[in-house]
């Protein structure tokens, strides 16, 4: 079983993390990991602390020449900010700066204040940001390495931001990250992109942020990864966890989503047909999860992001020393990530999927794994 830790605060000295459960063999290097880390710092209306990390994880342990030992893996990621806040976020010594004491409305800030007893507010915004989720991608790229081995596919795409949507459907899952990427906001649909610019742009000049929708799709799985039996185990949970656990995601829908709650049943639930490939469906009403189990479809998940919290035009809120009225606090933010979440997103899908993958497969090496996983193709369809 898959299990990883992050630590590191936004503008501390560095990200590092644990990735515990990759079987011995699997081939990994430094630069399929900073491909991911790269594709995360993309999209049009991030902050200008993008242009500032160029994000490289670095390999401490667990694997040597290329390969996975089995042992733990632990990687480490330098925050080059980390000069300029240096006297702010030092581990010892006296406090120096201004504590900050102006909570957002939307972010951690105040609950995690009072949660903690923490006065400066700085205490809790450096570990909530999403800065995080760069060692989360660092992490669980091993996992989408794991996958790839097995002919398992990842991709996203953005559906919508604020109020531009688009309304193509994905088809080939091999070159969606390849069409995404290509486009500043990670939308396949070139009219709908030239929306969502206007949109983010507007927002920026307003002083405000924008949120919005995007698709991971997951192909290749076997039918039977998570369990109808046990409710930790089911993988529609796993999965909804793994996205809501991600900054500023609100929602998460599986195929058809909210609008099956709306229409018949004859008209949402995929139909069963055998055939010389064995059992198929014409449709994927589903997302690919029936019963908490994978069907042999591919997955499909939608997450809606909201808003980011901290504007350049704050809103109202209270100063916690003197309990008087105040603008909320600014930091140096986003107008839009929501492209920067759809790879966030892969990610943690991509270690989930591979956690279910190994749980009911098992295996210490890879080759022992593909076996297994192999076998049960055979076998199953």
């Known amino acids: 079983m898959l299990r990883y830790l992050t630590a590191g605060e936004s503008h501390g000295c560095a990200l590092v993390g644990i990735l515990e459960g990759l079987p011995a063999g699997l081939e990994i290097s430094e630069d399929y990991i900073n491909d991911q880390l790269r594709r995360r710092q993309q999209g049009y209306g991030r902050s200008t602390r993008q242009q500032i990390e160029a994000d490289r994880g670095q390999i401490l342990s667990g694997i040597r020449f290329g390969k996975t030992l089995g042992s733990p893996v632990a990687l480490l990621i330098e925050n080059k900010d980390w000069q300029n806040w240096k006297q702010i976020m030092e581990p010892e010594g006296a406090p120096s700066g201004e504590e900050v004491s102006v909570p957002r409305p939307g972010h951690a800030d105040l609950s995690g204040a009072i949660k903690y007893g923490h006065s ?141 709650a709306k229409i018949p049943g004859s008209a949402v639930h995929d139909q069963i047909y055998c055939g010389q490939q064995g059992y198929y469906r014409e449709t994927n009403n589903a997302g690919g999860i029936e019963g908490g189990m994978t069907n042999g479809q591919p997955i499909v998940i939608r997450a809606a992001m909201k ?15 003197t309990k008087q009225p105040a603008s909320a606090h600014k930091e140096r933010s986003d107008i839009c990530a929501v492209p920067a979440a759809s790879v966030v997103a892969e990610a943690v899908v991509a270690f989930t999927v591979a956690n279910a993958l190994l749980e009911k497969f098992g295996g210490d090496n890879i080759a022992e794994l593909k076996q297994r996983v192999s076998q049960w193709r055979r076998t199953s369809s």
Request: net charge negative; with cysteine.
């Open 120 to 260: 400066d507010i700085r205490n809790v915004l450096e570990r909530s940001s999403a800065r995080e989720t760069a060692m989360r991608v660092a992490l669980c790229t091993l996992a989408r390495r794991l996958l790839a081995e097995l002919e398992i596919l990842v991709a996203s795409h953005v559906v919508s931001i604020g109020e531009a949507e688009a309304q193509t459907s994905v088809t080939e899952v091999n070159t969606l990250n390849e069409l995404a990427d290509r486009s500043p906001v990670r939308c396949i649909d070139p009219e709908t992109e030239k929306a969502m610019l206007e949109q983010i742009d507007r927002a920026g000049q307003q002083g405000d942020s924008l949120g919005g929708v995007f698709e991971v799709i997951v192909s290749g799985l076997p039918v039977g990864l998570g369990s109808y039996v046990h409710w930790d185990r089911k993988l529609d949970g796993l999965l909804a966890q793994a996205l809501t656990s991600i900054q500023a995601i609100k929602a998460v829908e599986f195929g058809l989503g909210f609008k099956a």
């Open 307 to 321: 808003p980011i919290p901290t504007l350049t035009t704050p809103l109202r809120s209270v100063d916690t020393k």
